[in-house]
Structures are given as C-alpha cells and as structure tokens.
C-alpha cells in the first residue's frame, strides 16, 4: 500500500507568517460521560493527559486531548496509531455508551507561526485574539468555514478543520498572511 | 448582530457561530393525535412582540442546541438555558419578570 | 481665482512636490494636499457638473461631507468612480477624472437641461414619464441613464486589481473621531483601565480644533493635542487608527470600522483597505458636526464654500478659495474665515450677516480689522456661470431687493453647526431638536440598547451638541466617565486643560434668503447638490401632499444621493416644515442608516473573491479529476466531476461513453461526497426507526438497507443506504449535499426531543474517500487486488464486509445505483488517491472508466430510482413515488408519519411516479409540464402532470423520462402530451419507470 497522503502534500506560504499544511494527525472523536471514573482513566492512558477543563485542550508531546462539548473529545495521537487506540478505547470502555472514532482523515491541519499568527487568524475568525491563552481551544469559524484552533507553541497557532476545505483554508490563510498586512495591534 | 451564549461550553460569540432555530418548548404531536393538536404543534407560532423563548445551535463551536430569552424589540437577551428542558428555569423567568412585568409566553408567566 | 499662498498650509510640504493629472491635464500640488485642495491650489474651482442638470460645480466643502466634488480615479483594474475630492490625498501618478459631462467639463451638451429645469421639477420622472407604456424602456430610461447620474460603472470586464481584508477587533471602549472630544474621551477612558479603540476617519489627529481651537492652558490647541496623542501612543491599553472610519454601528455593540490602508500611497504594499468588525462594550461618538449651507440664488456656483472649509484649505493647504470672499452667516463662527482670509492678505470685501443685532464680540472684531460688516442682510443672488462673479445684497427680512452689488470670487457661508449624529442614530439612538441652537442632538435619555438591555453608545463633544470647545472637553470626559462606569469600572479624575471661552452671540435660524424669496430665486436656491434638488422642489413635494419626510425624500430624492444629505438634511427638512406650517420636530428626520460615507465593495467582500469566494469542497481524488478533463458540476459545495472529456468529445459524447463503458464492463465513480453518519448506541435502532421511513432496528449487522427519511410535515427530505456496521452501530449513507443538514437533524431531535435516549452521532463523511466500482467486471477487478472476499457467496446483494482490499483498510458494500454488479468501497481519505489509481492499474484490461455524475444520473433513471432533488422537490411524499413499500406499516411512530395521514395526503388525486418514453425517441426537455384537455380560471391549459428526470438513454438508444402523472400507474401505455419551449409538443407513453434490467438480473450476480 502506498503512503498515506494528507490533503495539500505540506503546501506551505511565507507572509507576515508562515502558514503550513501540518501532514496527517491522529484524530479521535470520542464521545461519552466525561464524569465517568472509566472514561477518564481510558482516556488519560491513550492521550497521555488528563481530561481538561470546558474549552481546554492538553497537549503531550505527540498525543493530547481537547474539550469540544461537555460529552465530546477530541483526542490526538500519531496518526498510524489512531485506529489501535479506538480499539483500546472500545476494549477498556466495554459495555459503557460512548462512541469512539476515527476522524483523522476527515481532518486537515495547518500551523499558523510567527510573531503577527494572531492577526492572521483575528482577520478571519470572529474571536478575540488578543485574550486567546495556550491550553484554550476554540471551535469557531474562519471566513465561512468551520475550524477549531489553540494555540501549539508561542506564536504558533494550530487550525483543524475538514480535509475537503483544505485548499480553501490554505487559500484564506495565505490571504491573510499576505505581505504588507500586519495589522500591528497584538 | 447579536452576540450570544453558549450555555454549554460558555463561549460567547457573534450570531455567525450559531445557528436560529426557530420557537422553544415545542410540544410534539405524532400520530394518533388530533388534526389541531398537530396543526398547533407544527404550524403555529407564538411571533411575540417583545419577550421570546427560541431554540439556537451553536453551529460554528460545540454543536449544542440550546434555548435562549430574548426581546423581540430591543434585541436585549435575558439569558440562555438548556434545551433540555420543558420550560425555561426559575431563574430565567424571575429575569423576565424583573426586565419585563407581567410578560407571558404562551402558558409560561 | 483660488491659488496657494506663499505661506501656511499646516498638512502640506512644500519641500515635497507631487504630480498628479486631473482630465487629462499634469497638475503639480505637495505632500499632504488632498485632491481638492490640489486643484483649488491650480485655479480650478469647477470640478464636476451636477446630476440632473448639469450645472457647473465647484468644491463646497473641506471634508467627507462634500457633496460635489467627486471623482473618478485610477484606471484600469484600479478605477473608481465617486471619490471625493476632499478626502483623497495626493500622491505621485494620481490620475482623476470628472464625471457626469459630455463631452468634457467646460463644455457639457448636457447643461441643456438646465434650461428646461422649469419643466424638471420634483417627481418629474413620475408626472413626465408615464405614457406611452412602452416608450419608458426604450427611449425615457436609455436617455435619463445617459444624461444623468455621476461616475461610471467600473468595466464588469475588468477584475479590481487592490486587495482588501477584514479584521476582527475587540474593544471595552471605542472611540469614534479623533480630535479634541474623541482624544480626551480616549484618555479618560484609557486611564480607568478601559481597553480603547480611537479611529479618525482623517489623516490627522485634532479635528477642528487645529484650525479653530485657540489655546488650551495657554498654548495654541494643536500643542496639547500633539501631547494628548503621544501620551495615548504611549499606553499599551489604546489602540490608535487614522484613515479609520466609524462607518456603522448595529447590534450589540457591532461597530465597522473602514481603514484606508493605501490609497494615499498605492506604492505599498499590501491590501487596500480593511473593514475592522469591532464589538465594543461602550462607543463613544466623538464626531464633530457639519456646517450647513445658507439657501440663496445661486449657492452653488461654484465659489460659494461653506465658511469653515474656506478657512480649512488656508490653514491646512495653504490654498485661498478667492481673492475677494464675502462673508454670508447667521452666526458667529463664520468671522473667523473672515478673520482667516483677512490674516491670509486677501480681501473681504464684506460681511453679510443676516441677524438683525449682528454678532458678538468677534464682529466687532472684524470691524476693527477694517471689514465692513452688514447686520440684518443676505444675498438674493450670486451671478456667475462657471464661477462666482458676484453677489447681490438684499435685506434678510424682504423679499429680495436688490441693494447693492459686490464684486468677489468667493462666497463663504454658515447656516450654523449640525453634530455628526448618523452613527449615534444608526442603531436606533434618538435625537431631539435644539431650539437655540437649531440643530438635532442625541436625546442621552434613549440611546441605542445593547445585549443587556442598558444603552451603549455615548455621545461626545460637537457630537453631542455641544459646540463651545471648553464644555466639550468637559462633555467628553463625562462620556468616557459613563462609559467606564457602564462596564463596571471606577473612572479616574482626569484633570481638563484651561480654556477661555469669547462670548459668543446666538445664532438665528435661515432657512431661507431672504426670508421672502420669491419662487425665482426659490428655483435656483439648492438644498441637495449632488441629486439636484432645490428649495421650490421641496415646497412644491409638500403642496402635492409628500408631508411624511421620508416620503418628501424619496419623491425629490433629497438626501439620497451618495452623501445621503450631509448638507442638505436639515435645511431640507426645516423647508418642509415651514410649507407645511408646522415646527421642526414634528417633522421629524429620514433614518440615519450606515455606512457613514460610502465603503468600497471591496472592503466587504474583504478576502472572498476568486478562488476564495466561496469554500469549494474538494475529494481525495480531485487531482485526477482535474487532470482527466473533469468538467466540473457544484454539488452544494462540492466540486464533482460532471463527465470526463476524452480528445475533442462533447460532454453528451462522453456521458453516452461513460454510461456504454459501466454497462458493458467497469465503470469508476467517486462516490466520496456521499454523507456518512455513524450512529450509535443502544438507543440506535430505536432511534433510526424514528428517523427513517423504514423499519431500520431489525436490520442484522453486515446488512444494507435503502432508507427514506422525511420530515415532519412528511415530504421527503433524504434517502440513502444504512448500514448496520454492529449490534450498536448504523451506518448512514446520505445526499451528497444533505450530510451537515441530516447530521443537524439528529443533532436536534437527540438534544431537544429525545435526551434521555443513549445514542451519540458523528459525522464521518470526510473520513472516508468512497469508490464505485460498477459493472459485470467489478468482482474480477476487485479479486485482482486480493484480500476480502467478494464473491457472490461471501458477500449477497445488499451486505457489507470490511478488511484488507489489495492493502487497503476498506469497508465495502454491495450495493447498486446503476443496476449492475457493483461495490462501493470506502478507504480512509489519506488512501483515496492511492486506491483510485490502484484500481484503474488493475481495471485496465476491463476498459477501466471514470463516470461522473451526469451518467450515475441516467443509469439510476434507467432503473427507475429516485433521486432527491429531481423526483423530490419538497412538496412530495414517498406514496407519490412509489415507495409505499420503503413505508413500514409495523411501526407506531416515525417522523412523517403523523403528516402523511392528512387527508390531501391519502388522496387518490395526488400525481403518482410512472416512466415516460417518447413516442418517436426524442428527449423531453426538463421541467415540461404534461397537459389536459380544458384551460383553467386563468385561462391556461390545464395540467395532469410534470417531468421530474429526463435523459438520453445511451443504453436504450432513446429518450427516457420519469414523471409525476396524474393517476399515473394506472394509465399504463397510453400516451401524454408535452408541449416543450421551442414549439414543439412531446407525446410520451407512460411506462414503468424501471427502463433497463426490471427483474434486477444484472445486479445481482
């Protein structure tokens, strides 16, 4: 079988940031009782973190977990790995009513960094950039899609959204990169 | 544009995040009832001037439907509730009473 | 003449010339010059002609509230028309253009209607153009639209070469105008720990204040605001924009701000413009006001400014309006353009002011300075064409008489102050009318109410009403203090600057000069410029019955012209008034609506344009679509591939191949756009048996089930196949274009209906990229890869299996859309590509084809099956298409099911699904309408039913159709009549609908 491929191959823009197509991530929809003992601890040992608060995402090294309702996760592993850790989740979360899948690949994810990402992204989502914390999520829309961001390291800014928009949300994010278009207000 | 609350994850975002969802505590009629109960529950709306209970989802965020009171004249919004409920909560409607004396909305006082 | 003075000019550099062409002619100005300024500093007073006729006019005003000085600039993909003259700033290589003559701007054909202006009067459109009918599109309209109106359209053509973006800003305070009020506003603000937005419209900060300001704690005005500036660019919590302006408030504290990023230098690099969508938790409207016309004879020759612009463009240009400026007021602000032009070595040759007590102390002032001043007289009239000549004096109080006549260049003329009010009113802040000083003001007592019920925007300053410069700075700390209280925080004391106040007389109201003007002068007193609209058209509005303002606005257009009346609002409306007897207030205003002045259409559009306009939906296997002559055909916001064009074949030609090739060997269809919602839970059955039609719990996991799903009201919304994956776990195929809605639909109904029920949804239509694999050789393709078994034992019509396909993690199914051998297999997106080429590697010695969409569409109608959206519109239900059986009867309760019991549902009448072969092979156009015997009440023919698909069946060499027939299924063999568009009639036999394979021998091998 040949290579797994993501959705724009790494496309890559340079601007007032660099703006980056980030390869194939792992991605877990899981869904169920976020209070359950169980639920907790499976979800602790396949994410390498601990549930986090409402709008919270806890990252660990290659793996994370991410709150995106009060019954929803968003889990992150490597992506070879993601199929496995449903399995693991349905093996320790046996005869409990979850739903645990495998949305990787219904995923594309771009990096946004440098020193001006915040306005990048503040020229698309309708989200207060300025107060937006490292260990926050947010599920929004950019233009006229939806994403969900956080922040990956200082002046890096993750952005997930559906792999069929992909080029679209490479195309908006470049726009909005273009050069000459710091806003100078973060 | 309004801005609202999720009573779910608590963001607070502009009206694009959400998605109208037409009236709140709708009773549903299936089969075997009347011709007027089902023509009420499917047809008939409340279109107040003034107090409203709606159904929202927090379309562009956590995906949640929820219910929000919200003043047809003044955009004011009294606040925003869980949609899983028959009726809006106490505190919602002492809210109402307090910003709008002797409101009513459909049986709720 | 208007020229540059050898000194002043605050704004301009005279070190830095600039070069600019205005029709045609190089023109030379200096940094800082806007456009009108420029060219006032060239001798050039007239720079356009009027709407209606034609009339020469010159620039009124220094800023955006001009009315006639508008341009069109740029070329090419950076043209625009309408630009204002007064708030474009030069720079090397503008090129702008007059607009509205024909065929140039000192000699215009047009100016003929304004001798016939006499028989041009309000709703002359109206009274003139009515009869004959048709002679309003042929010959009125095509005239009117050629003689009238003011820049051209940009060539459709020719696509904007700028770039625009929007931005979005949070903000607890924002602060709108930037001089004096706005900057004190901002630092009381700032101080209490507010978050402040400040924005200026403007290049320059301080407003009016640096032409009229005086001194602050005894230095000149444009020192402390130079230190008022620097102390707010110092603080981290402001956040400083000029070229930004306010140009709408709505909802909620939602508040567009347009900043002009690069007009004044296009030589950066960039976007354009951006439109800054703010929510602020106050705004404070620190907009200054606008000085109003006087209406007399001849107020727009041009040459005739208002008073404060006269000495805006010496202060800030440099440039005089004239040599000779008379001086026309009702108040005392206009002795300083007087006091201005004195101080410039210009002459004023007189005064005229047209209260009868005269002004206060800075006319005697003026009088000391040697300048005559004339209490209790106006101008009857001005004379001059292209420019001001002269004007005509005549007593206020009378009738127009002329006294004497004075020789000048210029007029300057005050009609007293109105306050900026439009961004305070556009979200419903209400105003009441100031007797003394004849202007509306916000009413504070009812403001603009945001999310909480409280107001939330605060006027400030001239804004405010307040037009004394010491009680304004004091007004504006006390907005910026009310504002800070509104959101909860403890404004500090910020200490005012000293400021000394000269007595100043009040102001008399003129409405109109003189007082007595009789209907001559009336006739050529302006109120509107820009849409030409003058005094008698306004009094004749009121005599026909237009006493509504906003129905007077629209019968003479006052107001509605691209500055939406800054000028002319109130002098317009206090004219209605007095013709109807009654006081200014009753009158009332026209809405203030956004944007303030116009924004570009590229500043909203912002970044969606071209490629990005809309989000364009892409598969795993879009590349090769691309690469294979995919002509491309948007299915929601999906781009699938319609047909593929193979050499110089037509699409028909290559739909006809696509479908011969599926049917004779192997066809390939990216079915990856198809919804797939997984549903689970122990809830799950009970719970698709309410979604769906059918009855979905008793299907055994590895099964397939086609499934209808309908709404409420009954009518079909989606159809698909589901499949049980486990015990716990449905799989639910959906429309291309209804996976987001279906999924939003059980989203609702799990959280608002039936909560307690334990199942959860995900919406995994992009996981997968899915593959068609259809036609007698699909199952030796598929066994070429190796893996899974798919033969007929190990996998029945209508079953699911999952496993290792040739290497690839698939889930496939046996189920058929063309009523062949067929699979549909599903692989996760990142190996969607690599599958479609594996398969066509593999198909190869099978004649391997690609098939888009169009011919999935015949083939399905060769089998008679539905599609949503053709055979469905949403008034139709499953019992009309011939899917009672898809209906279960066992269950209690299905959504639909209660609908479709009403008694228009069970009626027999209803138009029922049958096929439809023309009689002599052709095909019926779409969309006909099949008809009866007999014309209904409106005398049309009477119709008994309508085609829903229709194609050319490659498979069958002929037409086939499918439709909705009046007792259809009964009326097996006999025929119907069609009558198409292009005049011909198409008679059909009606036939099942199921044209090819009937006994479902080809699928199921």
Redesign the interface.
């Known amino acids: 079988m040949s290579e797994a491929r993501s959705a724009l191959a790494g496309a890559r823009f340079a601007g007032i940031a660099h703006v980056e197509e980030a390869g194939l991530v792992g991605m877990i929809s899981f869904r169920g009782d976020l209070g359950h003992a169980k639920v907790k601890s499976a979800v602790k040992a396949v994410a390498g973190a601990a549930i986090p608060k409402p709008r919270g995402v806890a990252l660990a090294g290659a793996t994370g977990v991410a709150w995106m309702s009060p019954d929803e996760l968003l889990i992150l592993v490597p992506h070879a790995e993601a199929d496995a850790v449903v399995a693991k989740l349905s093996t320790a979360l046996k005869g409990q009513h979850f739903m645990a899948e495998n949305v990787s690949d219904a995923r594309a994810v771009f990096t946004v960094t440098g020193p001006h990402a915040r306005e990048v992204i503040g020229k698309l989502a309708p989200v207060d950039m300025s107060r937006f914390a490292e260990g926050e999520i947010r599920r929004t829309r950019l233009a006229q899609v939806a994403a969900a961001l956080w922040i990956s390291a200082p002046d890096s800014i993750t952005v997930v959204c559906f792999r069929s928009g992909a080029q679209y949300m490479f195309d908006l994010l470049s726009a909005a990169a273009q050069e000459g278009s710091a806003v100078g207000v973060y | 544009m309004l801005i609202l609350e999720c009573p779910y994850c608590g963001v607070k975002g502009e009206e694009t995040e959400f998605h109208a969802g037409g009236e709140a505590h709708l009773k549903r009629f299936g089969p075997g009832s009347s011709d007027a109960d089902f023509e009420t529950y499917l047809f008939m709306r409340e279109n107040p001037k003034g107090v409203h209970l709606e159904r929202w989802r927090h379309a562009n965020g956590c995906g949640k439907w929820f219910h929000a009171a919200r003043c047809t004249m003044t955009l004011e919004v009294f606040g925003t509730y869980s949609a899983q409920t028959y009726e809006p909560p106490q505190e919602i409607k002492d809210i109402l009473t307090a910003k709008r004396p002797g409101w009513s909305w459909r049986n709720f006082k | 003449m208007s020229t540059r003075l050898t000194q002043g000019g605050r704004r301009i550099d005279r070190s830095k010339p600039v070069t600019f062409s205005f029709n045609g002619t190089r023109l030379k100005g200096y940094q800082g010059d806007t456009l009108a300024s420029a060219l006032l500093a060239n001798d050039q007073m007239m720079m356009g002609r009027s709407f209606k006729y034609h009339r020469p006019r010159g620039v009124v005003a220094s800023g955006a509230e001009e009315p006639n000085a508008l341009m069109n600039m740029g070329e090419g993909g950076k043209f625009e028309p309408n630009q204002r003259a007064t708030t474009t700033e030069i720079f090397d290589g503008l090129s702008a253009g007059s607009q509205n003559h024909w065929p140039s701007l000192e000699f215009d054909i047009g100016v003929v209607n304004n001798a016939f202006a006499r028989f041009l009067p309000a709703g002359f459109y109206y009274k003139t153009f009515l009869f004959p009918r048709f002679a309003w599109k042929h010959i009125y309209e095509p005239f009117i639209r050629q003689s009238a109106g003011l820049g051209k359209a940009p060539d459709k053509e020719t696509l904007d070469a700028d770039?625009y973006?929007?931005?979005?800003?949070?903000a607890d305070i924002a602060v709108i105008g930037g001089g004096l009020a706005g900057l004190q506003a901002a630092k009381t603000a700032a101080l209490s720990g507010a978050k402040v937005l400040l924005m200026e419209q403007d290049p320059h900060w301080g407003g009016r204040s640096m032409v009229d300001g005086g001194e602050l704690d005894g230095k000149p005005a444009a020192e402390y605001i130079a230190a008022l500036v620097a102390e707010l660019e110092g603080m981290e919590n402001v956040?400083l924009r000029t070229r930004m302006m306010g140009a709408g408030v709505?909802?909620?504290?939602?508040l567009l701000g347009y900043e002009r990023l690069r007009d004044h230098a296009p030589a950066?690099?960039?976007?354009r413009h951006?439109l800054w969508?703010i929510?602020a938790g106050q705004i404070i409207t620190a907009t200054g006001a606008i000085e109003r016309p006087l209406s007399f004879a001849g107020n727009d020759i041009p040459g005739v400014m208002l008073a404060g612009a006269v000495r805006d463009y010496i202060a800030d240009y440099g440039v005089s309006a004239g040599d000779r400026v008379v001086v026309v007021t009702n108040n005392d602000d206009a002795y300083k353009t007087a006091l201005a032009v004195k101080a410039a070595g210009l002459d004023v040759p007189v005064i005229l002011d047209a209260r009868a007590e005269g002004g206060g102390a800075i006319a005697a002032e003026a009088r000391a300075m040697g300048i005559r001043v004339e209490n209790g007289k106006g101008i009857a009239k001005v004379t001059g064409g292209k420019r001001v000549k002269s004007v005509k004096i005549c007593a206020q109080a009378g009738e127009g008489a002329v006294l004497e006549e004075i020789a000048c260049d210029a007029v300057a003329m005050s009609g007293g102050w109105s306050p900026v009010v439009h961004l305070w009113s556009h979200c419903g802040g209400k105003l009441l009318w100031d007797e003394e000083h004849a202007m509306f003001r916000p009413d504070e007592t009812r403001p603009p109410?945001?999310?909480?019920?409280a107001g939330f925007v605060i006027p400030a300053g001239a804004a405010n009403g307040v037009m004394d410069m010491g009680v304004g700075l004091a007004d504006a700390d006390h907005a910026a203090r009310k504002a800070v209280e509104a959101l909860g925080l403890t404004p500090v004391d910020v200490s005012l600057p000293g400021f000394e106040q000269a007595a100043e007389a009040p102001l008399q109201p003129v409405w109109m000069m003189p007082q007595g003007a009789g209907p001559k002068l009336r006739m050529k007193a302006w109120l509107d410029y820009q849409n030409d609209v003058k005094v008698s058209d306004v009094q004749l509005a009121a005599r026909e019955g237009y006493e509504s303002v906003e129905h007077t606005k629209r019968y003479t257009t006052l107001g509605m012209a691209t500055d939406q009346g800054k000028l002319s609002n109130i002098n317009g409306l206090a004219v209605l008034s007095e013709t109807l007897g009654q006081a200014i207030p009753a009158t009332g205003t026209t809405t203030f609506r956004p944007p303030y002045t116009p924004i570009s259409m590229g500043s909203i559009a912002?970044?969606?344009r071209a490629?990005?306009f809309?989000?364009?939906?892409?598969?795993?296997m879009h590349d090769w679509h691309e690469a294979n002559g995919a002509h491309w055909e948007p299915v929601g916001q999906?781009r699938r591939a319609y047909a593929y064009l193979r050499g110089g074949e037509s699409v028909h030609e290559a739909v006809n191949r696509e479908i011969l090739a599926t049917r004779e060997s192997l066809g390939l269809l990216d079915a990856s756009t198809l919804g797939k919602l997984?549903v689970?839970?122990?809830d799950a059955g009970k719970f698709l048996d309410m979604l769906y039609t059918n009855m979905m719990s008793t299907l055994k996991p590895g099964k397939c089930r086609y499934g209808l799903m309908c709404s409420?009201?009954g009518f079909l919304s989606d159809d698909g196949v589901v499949v049980r994956l486990d015990e716990e776990t449905f799989l639910c195929h959906t429309t291309t274009g209804g996976a987001e809605r279906i999924h939003?639909h059980m989203?609702?109904w799990l959280?608002?209906?039936w909560?307690d029920w334990?199942v959860?949804v995900?919406?995994?239509?992009?996981?997968?990229a899915q593959i068609g694999v259809v036609g007698p050789n699909s199952r030796k393709v598929l066994e070429k890869l190796g893996g899974v078994d798919v033969s007929k034992e190990a996998l029945g019509f209508m079953e699911y299996t999952s496993g290792k396909l040739?290497?690839?993690?698939a889930r496939i199914f046996r189920i058929s859309f063309a009523g062949e051998l067929s699979y549909e297999i599903a692989v996760?997106?990142?190996?969607g590509?690599?599958l479609w080429d594996t398969l066509f590697e593999a198909g190869a010695e099978f004649n391997a084809t690609a098939y888009g969409t169009e011919a999935m569409h015949v083939m399905r109608a060769e089998k008679g099956f539905i599609m949503i959206g053709d055979e469905t519109d949403g008034t139709i239900i499953p019992q009309d298409l011939g899917l009672s059986w898809a209906i279960s009867k066992k269950k209690?309760?299905f959504l639909g099911?209660?609908?479709q019991?009403?008694e228009f549902m069970v009626n027999p009448e209803r138009w029922q699904l049958v096929g439809l072969e023309t009689v002599d092979g052709s095909v019926i156009p779409d969309g006909a309408y099949a008809v009866a015997e007999g014309e209904n009440a409106n005398g049309q023919r009477n119709v008994q039913g309508r085609v829903t698909s229709t194609y050319y069946s490659p498979t069958l060499g002929k037409g086939i159709a499918m439709g909705l027939l009046h007792n259809g299924p009964e009326r097996m063999g006999e025929t119907v009549d069609f009558p198409g568009t292009d005049g011909k009639t198409y008679t059909a036999k009606v036939v099942s609908p199921v044209f090819y394979d009937p006994e479902g021998e080809k699928q199921n091998v």
Request: aromatic share 14%; charged share 30%; net charge negative.
């Open positions: 770039t973006e929007h931005f979005y800003f949070f956040t709505y909802d909620h504290g939602y950066l690099v960039g976007p951006r969508k929510r109410l945001g999310a909480d019920g912002g970044e969606a490629e990005v809309q989000p364009l939906r892409r598969t795993p999906w997984i689970k839970g122990p409420e009201n939003g989203e609702e959280q608002t209906e909560w334990k959860y995900t919406n995994a239509t992009e996981q997968w040739g290497g690839f993690d996760p997106a990142s190996q590509a690599a209690e309760d099911k209660r609908a019991e009403r």
